[in-house]
């Protein structure tokens, strides 16, 4: 569910609420009505993503008819909730000395990432399933590091007085 959200950007609620019908294993994608915006959204299934479902489906998952994808792993096994994708998410953070963080940053990184590589920002809120651009904003931070790179080194310059006392 972290590779899905991480390589998706899928939000945590529709990661949770992912059917059997949503993933066509065929054309290597993934198709659902997102949650919080009612709008539909194809993303590509990479083959790191689909053997990590297909190796849950067949080793993790408990055994039931249930249409979800990802399931509690103690009856009743319906699908898992939004909290169980934080918590699980942050007790490996944790477990490797990184600090808790909400699940929706993998969305941001996604974002951000995305804009680092030079993926147009249109195309990244289509990843997102944003309507509108100044959404997607947001989720794009600052990219101090390459930032830095652009800056001029003023190493061995030195500031000179001016005619009215201040520096030049």
Same mark, same amino acid.
């Given at each position: 569910m972290i590779? +899905?959200?991480t =390589?998706?950007?899928l939000r945590e609620i529709d990661i949770a609420g992912l059917r059997f019908k949503d993933i066509d294993w065929r054309n290597g994608? $993934? @198709?659902i009505i997102q949650s919080k915006t009612e709008e539909s959204i194809a993303l590509p299934l990479t083959? *790191? =993503?689909g053997r990590a479902i297909h *190796?849950? $489906? +067949?080793?993790?998952?408990?055994? /039931?008819g249930h249409d979800s994808i990802f399931l509690r792993v103690y009856a009743p096994f319906r699908e898992v909730s939004g909290g169980i994708l934080y918590g699980q998410f942050n007790k490996y953070r944790v477990k490797v000395g990184l600090p808790i963080c909400p699940f929706h940053d993998l969305r941001r990184s996604l974002g951000s990432n995305m804009v680092i590589s030079g993926v147009p920002v249109t195309t990244v809120a289509q990843v997102l399933g944003h309507s509108d651009i100044d959404s997607t904003k947001q989720y794009i /931070?600052? *990219?101090t @590091?390459? +930032? @830095?790179?652009?800056a001029l080194d003023f190493s061995g310059i030195e500031p000179q007085k001016g005619k009215r006392g201040g520096f030049q």
């Open positions: 590779l +899905l959200a =390589v998706t950007g994608e $993934i @198709k083959s *790191d =993503v *190796d849950y $489906i +067949l080793n993790g998952r408990p055994e /039931s /931070s600052l *990219d @590091k390459h +930032l @830095k790179e652009c």
